[in-house]
């Protein structure tokens, strides 16, 4: 069973969430960060949140600005806005009593709570799923359109089906994001979960990642997935790897 729910982002418009709620008894809660354009009904963000709610974790997952049920433009976005929405939804989720113990991001969204842990109340430990190490990775994905973003200030993206304005500011913003000094300092477990086939982010990112990273710190093969997670079983089983290894972080504060 889901909750819909709605909180201010950290600049104003109001972002849409589902809480996926325990079916039985509760361990803990948590929040889930989607990838770059994809949403909080991506399979990957989807499918994990609800295999962890039937384990006990209940999950609140999000429409970045301006994606899906979010209000605002996704264009006034950026990487920092990704970090800083993150942080907010952790105090919604405090407000409302159910505090979150772990932070969890796939791709884009992984990379945005590595950066976001430290500052992000109640959480004790951190999952990234096929996360790249370098935010600008996702730069190959809008390189079509970058000679007019510096030219004119903006361009029109084709993604999905739709269109999106693609601003300097946004790709300024991520080209300036640099996480080796946050995984470094992060000072909380984490969770690396990647394929070794994953066409899209490749698997020596998580390898740096693991690299960067101090102890207590565990990497997971996602063998035979692909980057999406949208193959049969691919991301319920990623949900039950990080229920059973989130059994350390939770419960008792």
């Known amino acids: 069973m889901a909750e819909r729910v709605s909180f201010p982002s950290s600049t104003g418009p109001m972002l849409a969430g589902s809480i996926d709620l325990p079916e039985g008894p509760v361990r803990g809660w948590g929040v889930f ?55 907010e939804a952790c105090k919604f989720m405090t407000e409302r009593g159910t505090p979150a113990d772990i932070l969890i991001g796939h791709s884009f969204g992984g990379a945005a709570v590595l950066a976001a842990a430290r500052q992000a109340p109640g959480v004790r430990a951190v999952v990234t799923v096929g996360a790249p190490i370098d935010p600008v990775h996702v730069e190959h994905q809008y390189d079509a359109c970058l000679e007019q973003v510096f030219a004119e200030g903006s361009g029109q ?7 999106l304005t693609l601003k300097r500011a946004f790709v300024e913003d991520v080209r300036a994001a640099h996480l080796h000094d946050k995984i470094k300092a992060l000072k ?10 994953d066409n899209t982010v490749g698997i ?50």
Not at 37 to 62: H, V
Not at 207 to 221: C, E, N, Y
Not at 242 to 249: K, N, P, R, S, T
């Open 157 to 163: 993206w084709m993604v999905g089906g739709r269109t």
């Open 33 to 87: 960060s989607h990838g770059f354009t994809l949403g909080k009904n991506s399979p990957a963000a989807s499918r994990i949140c609800k295999q962890l709610a039937s384990d006990g974790i209940g999950m609140l997952r999000f429409d970045a600005l301006g994606l899906g049920e979010s209000e605002g433009d996704w264009g006034d976005g950026s990487f920092t806005h990704k970090v800083d929405d993150i942080i």
């Open 204 to 253: 020596e990112n998580a390898s740096a990642i693991f690299r960067t990273a101090r102890h207590p710190r565990s990497f997971v093969s996602l063998e035979g997935s692909e980057h999406l997670l949208t193959g049969p079983g691919q991301a319920h089983r990623a949900g039950r790897i990080i229920g059973a290894w989130a059994d350390a972080y939770l419960g008792e504060r």
């Open 188 to 197: 909380m477990p984490l969770l690396i979960l990647h394929s070794p086939t």
